[in-house]
C-alpha cells in the first residue's frame, strides 16, 4: 500500500505513521527525519538543509525531491510505504507521481490530519524525542517512560517563532496540494485530537488499510 500522511507540525502525522506503517509491514519514510539526517552528516546538502529548517522554512523542492526518490528507490520501499510528511508542495506531488508512475505504481490514499493551529502550540512545546529510536513523546500527554527519561531531546525548531512560521508555511504551500489530491479523488480527512488510538482508528476506517491488515 502507498499511503500519504499530511497535516501541520504537531499533528501527530510520525506517531500515526510509525504506528500505521508497522501494521501495514512498510516502511515509514519521514521527509523531516531524513533530512535531520541529512544534517547530522555535516555535508554541504546537510547545511544547505539546516539552513532552512532552522527558520521553519521549507526546504527547495530539489533538494528534498533527491532525498526522497532515493530512499524510494530502496528495494523495501517497492511494494508500499507510508511518506510522513511529504509531499508539502505541489511540485513535490508531481515529482512523485512522475517516479510511481514509471513503475505503473499510484498513490492509494493520502490522509489530512487535522488539528487546529489553538491545540499545536501545547502540542509542539511538550513534544520530545528519543534520539536513539525516533519515537516521539509528549511530557503531558504521552510521558516518555522513565528508562529513557534523561536521553529524550526536545527539536530545536520546536519553539514558539520557528513554529509560527512552520504553520504559516504549512497554511501557504500545503494549500494547493490539498486541492491536487481532493480533485484526484485521493484525500481523506481525519480528526487529530484525541487519543492516538483514536486517531489511528479514523485513519483505517477513513481508507482501505483494514483490508491489508
Ligand atoms: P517535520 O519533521 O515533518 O516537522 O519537518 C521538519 C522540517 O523539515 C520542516 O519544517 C521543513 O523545514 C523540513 N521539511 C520536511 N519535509 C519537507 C518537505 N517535504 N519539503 C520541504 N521541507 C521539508
Given at each position: 500500500?502507498r499511503l500519504l ?21 512498510v516502511p515509514h519514510i519521514s521527509s523531516?527525519?531524513m ?29 528534498v525531491i533527491k532525498i526522497i526518490m532515493e530512499r524510494l528507490a530502496e528495494p523495501d520501499a517497492k511494494a508500499g510505504f507510508l511518506l510522513?510528511?511529504f509531499p508539502?508542495?505541489?511540485?513535490q506531488?508531481?515529482a512523485l507521481d512522475n517516479e510511481l508512475h514509471k513503475c505503473?505504481h499510484?498513490i ?106
Amino acid at each position: 500500500m502507498r499511503l500519504l500522511l499530511i497535516g501541520p507540525p504537531g499533528s501527530g502525522k510520525g506517531t500515526q505513521a510509525g504506528i500505521i506503517s508497522k501494521k501495514l509491514h512498510v516502511p515509514h519514510i519521514s521527509s523531516g527525519d531524513m533530512l535531520r539526517e541529512t544534517i547530522s552528516k555535516g555535508n554541504s546538502l546537510g547545511k544547505e538543509a539546516e539552513h532552512y529548517m532552522s527558520q521553519g522554512a521549507l526546504v527547495p523542492d530539489k533538494l528534498v525531491i533527491k532525498i526522497i526518490m532515493e530512499r524510494l528507490a530502496e528495494p523495501d520501499a517497492k511494494a508500499g510505504f507510508l511518506l510522513d510528511g511529504f509531499p508539502r508542495t505541489v511540485p513535490q506531488a508531481e515529482a512523485l507521481d512522475n517516479e510511481l508512475h514509471k513503475c505503473h505504481h499510484n498513490i492509494d490514499a493520502v490522509v489530512k490530519i487535522e488539528v487546529p493551529d489553538g491545540n499545536i502550540i501545547e502540542r509542539i512545546s511538550g513534544r520530545r524525542v528519543d534520539p536513539e529510536t525516533k519515537k516521539i513523546y509528549h511530557v503531558k500527554f504521552n510521558p516518555p517512560p522513565k528508562e529513557i527519561a534523561d536521553r529524550v531531546i526536545q527539536r530545536g525548531d520546536d519553539n514558539e517563532e520557528t513554529l509560527r512560521n512552520r504553520l504559516e508555511k504549512y497554511h501557504s504551500d500545503t494549500a494547493p496540494l490539498i486541492d491536487y489530491y481532493e480533485e484526484r479523488g485521493l484525500l481523506t480527512r481525519v480528526a487529530g485530537i484525541g487519543k492516538v488510538e483514536e486517531v489511528t482508528q479514523r485513519i483505517i476506517d477513513a481508507t482501505k488499510i483494514k483490508d491489508r491488515l
